[in-house]
């Protein structure tokens, strides 16, 4: 099977930020033909975005260039009259458009689904928001920290002290981005093709939050936070040792017995409190400080590697800057480099998605573009000249 299965779909990027343009991340490396349809004279808010002045500087921020590799770059302006004509003009030529605009927005400018379907039956025309296209939150404005607090994903996350928390990576945007990517990708399979896509950032979030919903649906049980232990076995959780953080999940009874007799801790196979998974459980605060005591002897890492060589699943804690430079990654071809040239003033690298497909990794071929900067070949195909293209920048077209 190729790594490029969506070779030869056109997706239409309306999106800003994170969320949208993560969808069409995925769709990308695929191997769709995205076009990233930008503001004119500003483009994605997340041009301006990242820890480098300079590169926000330049509308390349490392915000923008984290998501936006493989897509090809054009602007238009939705408010003009022509914008308008322009967009259905290329509608016609797409397979899906991709937006995440407030719901009503693009009502507003006569660019929604019943209207684009009509001029093209067959699209695939997926709306991301924070709350989905109705209900009575549908109107509130949504980045990621919102939906992190209203999916109550803070209230889960830290513990007794420290909850809300949150989450250290925007996980909203990115599992709605995710979700979007993955209805659209069903949606191509689907015959005859031409859809409506509403995906809610809150629900895709709170989606992937069933073992912790659930407690309260069918148990009826308020979740709290825990911290860093699992809530449902002991011991199971991060542990400090000699030196460095370890992550145990001894959640089977076999794993425990093995993990205490490595340890030279029958004591605690043999204690009443720790006789079964529930016992552990309640015990888990008295069991952890057991098991530091035996743990303190080596480091995190010397303790990764025995721990696991005896099918106890353990890790040491790493650095963001510490798995991103381990012999997995490398290994698994997990990084796109791109040279500096045309669009970027420096060498850069960034990640690819998640999966290999028949033993090889899905990759793009450009660069993250530059504002606008496929203009002439878009435009070109629907027929337009470069003298017509000047006519349009000087109106505000485009």
């Known amino acids: 099977m190729t790594t ?22 995925q769709l990308a490396h695929l191997g769709a033909d995205v076009i990233k349809v930008e503001a004119v004279g500003r483009g994605d808010l997340a041009r301006n975005l990242g820890s480098d002045p300079d590169l926000n500087a330049a509308g390349m921020g490392i915000s923008f260039l984290a998501q936006n590799a493989g897509k090809k770059s054009i602007t238009l302006n939705l408010k003009h009259p022509d914008g308008k004509a322009l967009l259905k003009r ?45 209900g009575p939150w549908v109107s509130r404005p949504a980045y990621d920290q919102i939906i992190q607090g209203a999916s109550g994903l803070m209230s889960v996350t830290g ?37 409506l896509i509403d995906v809610s950032m809150l629900e895709g979030l709170l989606s992937t939050m069933g073992w912790v919903l659930s407690n309260f649906l069918i148990g009826g049980q308020s979740p709290g936070a825990n911290g860093n232990e699992n809530p449902t076995s002991a011991p199971s959780g991060t542990f400090r040792t000699g030196e460095g953080l370890l992550n145990i999940a001894a959640n089977k009874d076999e794993q425990w017995q093995t993990l205490c007799a490595h340890l030279g801790r ?74 500096a040239g045309a669009t970027l003033d420096r060498d850069i690298q960034v990640v690819s998605t998640g999966v290999k497909i028949d033993g090889a990794r899905p990759k793009v071929e450009t660069p993250p573009p530059a504002l606008g900067a496929d203009a002439a070949e878009i435009w070109g195909e629907l027929g337009l000249s470069e003298d017509d293209l000047a006519d349009l920048r000087e109106m505000g077209v485009i």
């Not at 979007?180 to 859809?195: S, T």
């Open 266 to 339: 029958r004591d605690l196979l043999e204690h009443p409190d720790y006789a079964n998974r529930e016992q552990r459980k309640s015990n888990r605060h008295r069991l952890r400080a057991a098991l530091e005591d035996s743990l303190a002897v080596k480091s995190a890492t010397a303790w990764e590697a025995e721990l696991n060589a005896l099918g106890i699943p353990a890790g040491a804690v790493l650095s963001v800057q510490e798995v991103l430079e381990s012999e997995q990654l490398a290994a698994r071809d997990f990084f796109e480099d791109f040279a």
């Open 159 to 195: 513990d007794a002290d420290s909850a809300p928390l949150r989450v250290g990576s925007p996980i909203a945007d990115t599992i709605g981005g995710l979700t979007a990517a993955m209805a659209v990708n069903a949606a191509l399979n689907a015959r005859p093709r031409g859809c």
């Open 90 to 134: 290329l509608v016609a030529t797409a397979d899906v458009l991709v937006e995440n605009f407030r719901p009503g927005v693009m009502a507003r400018l006569d660019l929604d689904y019943p209207r684009l379907k009509a001029i093209h039956p067959s699209l695939i025309y997926c709306a991301i928001s924070g709350f989905g296209q109705d």
């Open 4 to 25: 490029r299965p969506l070779e030869g779909i056109r997706v239409l990027d309306l999106t800003n930020v994170l969320a949208g343009p993560f969808a069409c991340h």
